[in-house]
């Protein structure tokens, strides 16, 4: 297996100035490419693997968590010389140098009153690396590249209604392992499809059928993305997870590491959506399912096959890992057309649109398959949690890279405390058992055409980030829970919008 | 003036047994007729009123209150003899004479012991009421009578179209002052009509778009209430209120007893809600918009009557209390003729459809407003508050009675702090401040036909409950406060189910 390492510059400055950091205690694991080769040189070892979009991915995802784990060495070196006569100068010219950015002179300059507030210190660099690496995402767009621009996402949607389907809407996990299964696990493109995270990918079906009734309204209504009287259905699809490297500790949390039990609520909820739906609603309205499983630790999918009905048998799956294996050495026409007798060969009655679309999700996972086996090897080194913050709120468009962040779908804490509280948990060993604070972002888009949609997004930041203190209380009181409060007008397509924080001095 | 009392029994007996009661220790005004004569002679004095319907309303109104009313001066005797002898044989016999059901037998039989526990029986019995109440209200349907029927519904529904709108939605103030603005101050049919109050009646934008997106998907999908392409449009309204007699201390409390601020926040959240449809979706997408005032001292509404563009100005309404006057002595047709004038002279460019139906609400009134004459005399004896409980969540359809129940739409306490606020300073000068717990009643109907949603319901009325006891902890741990958990399938249109509650003894 050779490992490549890209270089080339797609990515802004402060993250090419990133070093590769670990963090207090623990080991935070960052790639460690066994040859420092140039991006151009990347070549895949299977014929429908894209190598160069792999280099891309990741050198975005390697800059992006370095500028995070760049933020511990950094402090301890600066915490190291605190009380040196010279230190403000000596430890601005080290974060400028080390993570792209100076840190906060009051606090820098009351050092020698008392000790550092690192804690404090700490939650505000991850706070301001987030705002640099939101900043970076909305100006450069770095997961659009070649065919996935934004003409890449109408294609998508051109192809999904070919199978079928005007909707794509996936609920995986919260857990951060998955933060990156749209955009690099699927490879799709992340505006054509509707990602919502809940802890066990538990969604809410309450909030899938007022999407539904959005969506159905808007083909009605507008002709979008389709009109109505076109024969396609909104797909609903649920991606759990395991741990093909440690299947009883490092699985689904939420379903206590139970891969059976995973698939089968996935299933279950799904089914009730569908049946919500049929109940609700006269005229033969329903929608078709899919079920995924995901290998947190080498991210090669598993992809349940729908029957002629739609119906799902826990049973009945391809994985692609076994389809990676079985069409390497083919040309892109013969494996194209082995995946394809694998999905029929999996289950005999599946319907055309539907054998389309999951072969090019598996078509698209071997990519990532080679993605990780290139640069991490059998699996990646960080099978477990190695989150960076947790992210509450909706939104988070730009969260697309694996173990970067926790994050939950939720409009109130009182409503999301499961997600929330194995948010917590997780950071609880990530972080507070090192003497490091909770870094949470409270963000919340809006739409900016709606009157007063900019104040209620403002309220409810607040309003989740008071419940929080409040559950948390025990963190927050100790200086271990930090929130920032973060807004972004999605229809102006900007950049996010900085309220405030826990910490006393401004991002 | 000639006050009349009704007889006649539409009543369960359980309500025809109840006694008059004072609170403790508080003036808690019942009807208190000048005149004992039969229903049967009720007759109107203005040609447009509808005598008969006033004599059922009120009989209602009456029983239902006094089943309320009756449980303090009964604890009261109860309390008096708790330590004798054959108290709790005395304690059923007077409690089944003047509740209509028996107390909790455990509790009575531990008296002797230490004292009887006032304040958890308070609120077992205000429970035990309630459920009556609800368990009368689903299967007798006591408001359709008489033109209310569910072809009354219809017959509404019909008329609300030829004036040019498919749906009604009204957002009266959560005050409990106005929980029959539907059934008894507008007389409409309570299954034609959304009803969703918030305090200060400040509706939430974001649930009233779901509304109007899932009203144009069942017109364009199912063709109701009707299909898409007939020229109608969705009226939102807005209920504010006023005190006529203390005009400064008893208006709405969430604006400060301000009426122009009341009226003016009303009409700036609605146009926010107009913008928002028009702003959000495209091929001339709008509402319609309805501004009302309600005097509840009297009961009398002012409509500010929108020009020919549905614009409103606050200064251009019509109050039906000067409608009533001077339409006393007119016939039937003169009447109607000089109420479309005075609309008309209200606001020259009024459109024909909006006409039409602000006449109808305004004749409606009348009946209302001969109906507080009556029985009440120049205003109401309870110009304040005088809630019997608290209903949060989502339901409560048989709360259409004034000054029964402070009740707010809810899905979190932790979104409606306000609404819930509001609600417990009201109790605690009501209940708290003489010793009685709040009466907490969560409720969350569900649509049966859904898959887990009877789950769902139940899990939302533990959450919102723990959430209001860890909120309120200072009065739950107390006894001050006790919360009663309820579901209805709205569905299937029966009766509601009790979960339970926060009191040791089952209801």
Known sequence: ????????????????????????????????????LNYAQVSANHALVDGAENGQLYQYET????????????????????????????????????????????????????????????????????????????????????????????????FIQQCGFHTMDVSPCADGRLAHAI???????????????????????????????????????????????EPTRYLKAVAYHFSSVDPSHEGCAAHGSDDALAAKQGLNRLKAFQ??????????????????????????????????????????????????????????????????QMVREAQAGVGEGMLKLISKLIINNLSQIEYVMNYYGSHYEDIGHAERFIGAGIGFEEVQLRNLTYFAYLNTVEESTADFDVGIKIFSKLNVAHGLPVPVVIRFDYHGQVPGSRERAIEHCQRVSDAAAARYSDLAEKGLLHTLLVIRDCNANGQIEILGSSLKTAI
């Not at 990515?11 to 670990?22: D, F």
């Not at 309204?217 to 389709?226: D, H, Q, S, T, V």
């Not at 991210?299 to 009945?316: C, R, S, W």
Request: hydrophobic share 40%; charged share 25%.
């Open 63 to 158: 800059s992006v968590k370095k500028s995070f784990d760049a933020i511990v060495p950094t402090l301890r070196k600066v915490s190291a010389y605190q009380h040196e006569e010279d230190f403000v100068a000596r430890a601005q010219a080290l974060a400028k140098q080390e993570l792209g950015y100076e840190l906060p002179k009051a606090v820098l300059e009351d050092a020698w009153v008392e000790q550092l507030d690192m804690r404090s210190l700490f939650a505000w660099c991850v706070f301001k690396s987030y705002q640099l690496y939101c900043d970076d995402f909305f100006s450069t767009a770095p997961l659009s590249n070649t065919g996935l621009s934004k003409s890449g996402a109408e294609e998508f949607q051109n």
């Open 183 to 229: 955009r690099y696990v699927l490879r799709l493109p992340i505006e054509a499809v509707r990602r919502k995270s809940y802890a066990g990918a538990m969604f809410d079906i309450d909030n899938s059928i007022q999407k539904w009734v959005e969506t159905e309204m808007l083909r009605f209504r507008e002709g979008r993305p389709n009109t109505a009287d």
């Open 275 to 340: 049946q919500a739906i049929e109940n609700s609603f006269c005229c033969g309205a329903s929608i078709d399912l899919l079920l995924l499983g995901i290998d947190t630790d080498t991210d090669a999918i598993k992809v349940h096959v729908p029957d002629a009905n739609g119906d799902i048998d826990l049973e009945k799956f391809v994985d692609a890992k076994d389809v990676y294996q079985q069409t390497q050495r083919l040309s892109v026409n013969d494996a194209t057309q082995r995946i394809e």
């Open 1 to 36: 297996m050779i490992r490549r390492k890209p270089t080339g510059s797609l990515l802004s400055k402060h993250r090419q100035r990133a070093v590769t950091g670990t963090a207090a205690g623990r080991a935070r694991p960052t790639a460690t490419p066994a040859a420092n």
